[in-house]
């Protein structure tokens, strides 16, 4: 999948406030062999809890960018 983060926080706006849209990268392989690729794990922090569990209920298991996610809440501690 091909996305950036402001795809990513296009998709999680409608659900309230977000504070930040980051994808995770990995180094090319073999290292040096080019630049950093995305391997398909993001974050979205909302400032609000009920938000991020509002954009959990309604996006987990739909497409986005040409695949289908898997959205979870992880407690914030």
């Known amino acids: 999948m091909n996305t950036t983060p402001g795809a990513l926080f296009d998709l999680c706006r409608p659900f309230g406030p977000v504070h930040r849209a980051a994808l995770h990268y990995a180094p ?5 062999s080019g630049s950093a690729e995305f391997k398909g794990q993001a974050y979205v922090t909302f400032y609000d809890e009920k938000d991020a569990q509002k954009a959990t209920d309604d996006l987990h298991c739909t497409e ?8 979870e809440v992880w407690p914030f501690f």
């Open 28 to 32: 090319a392989y073999p290292l040096g």
């Open 64 to 71: 986005f960018g040409g695949s289908t996610i898997c959205v």
